[in-house]
């Protein structure tokens, strides 16, 4: 499991897929979420702007990571 750090209370997931370099844009990232492909502690997340904390597992394309 790949770990990431942030330096906020959150970060919004399609930044966070865009950050651990998962998706090039933000429109990018919005198919990759709207084609139910991101789960978010083991659930299917649709909304792109879902804030994202310290301890969220976010599962995507085979790799998990653990935000810190």
Do not use: P
């Not at 998706?23 to 804030?51: F, L, M, P």
């Amino acid at each position: 499991m790949k770990e990431i750090k942030i330096n906020s209370d959150f970060i919004k997931l399609d930044q966070l897929l865009k950050l651990i370099d998962i998706a090039s844009t933000g429109g990018h990232a919005k198919i990759i979420i709207q084609e139910g492909e991101v789960k978010v502690n083991g659930k299917v997340e649709y909304q792109r702007g879902k804030k994202i904390k310290s301890g969220d597992i976010i599962d995507v394309q085979g790799m998990s990571v653990k935000v810190l």
